[in-house]
């Protein structure tokens, strides 16, 4: 096997008395789409940025491409891709000056660079917005040019940090599509994200991340598998009886968690499940799904607000 493109070991990022990332040990292998998931403040972030060498590390090991991104960030960096959380274009300038200054910063040639942005264009679906200003654009362009701007030096691993923050869906699925073309074509992705729909969509491989530990690591399908079961049961009362009813349904599924607006039924078979539950009590009304990542996720972090 190849040597993996990111390799971390007891990596920790401290901000004065504030640990944000407490001794975390992962690997990112070439071609894959990587993924760290977690509510806020979970760590995701300062980890991106320290693989992207540009905030070196407190403790542990880190090498990026092979190298150690604090003492050759450099050249680290003219390898990378880097789409950051939010967009900052030139938006004075037009969709193409905003890729030709770039791709300049790397000491590429116009001719070049021209290329490139011809191909980029295309990918990010905007050849008709090339002698645009970025200003007018809608959110969902920006985000497709702020991805082939991070393409333009042709990285051997690109950077997204929560790429679909703030768009609407249809903006959200054109961008996985782009990034699954990426994928397909070899690129390898590390994405940050707190939406589980975006993780199980692109990522092969993932780290859910709280409080600056890594709490679960695998496929979104292995997650599912190994931390909650196959199927979820929704199970709603009249306001206030919740806890009541709950208690007339133990026994009925392996794990039941309780909701102030319903009860939740963890099971393999949610239809047989239903049955047991009418034969002991009358819900308002019952709804059976798959287990998605979001059910590992909230019973891994929890369901409380972090400021």
Known sequence: MTSPLVHARGLCKEFGDLVAVDGVDFEVRAGEAFGFLGPNGAGKSSTMKMIGAVSPRTGGDLQVLGRDPDERGQEIRARLGVVPQE????????????????????????????????DLLSFAQLDERRDSKVEPLSGGMKRRLTIARGLINTPELLLLDEPTTGLDPQARHLLWDRLYRLKRDGVTLIITTH??????????????????????EGSPRDLIEQHTRREVLEVRFPVGTQEEHAAQLEGLAPRIEVLPDRVLLYTDDADQTSVDVHAKVEPESTVSRRATLEDVFLRLTGRTLVD
Do not use: H, P, S, W
């Open 195 to 216: 939406y589980m729909d975006e993780a199980e969509q692109l990522c092969d491989r993932l780290v859910i991340m709280d409080n600056g530990k890594i709490v679960a």
């Open 87 to 118: 967009d900052n274009l030139d938006q004075e300038l037009t969709v193409y000056e905003n890729l030709l200054i770039y791709g300049r910063y790397f000491g590429m040639t116009r001719k070049v660079i021209n290329e490139r942005i011809d």
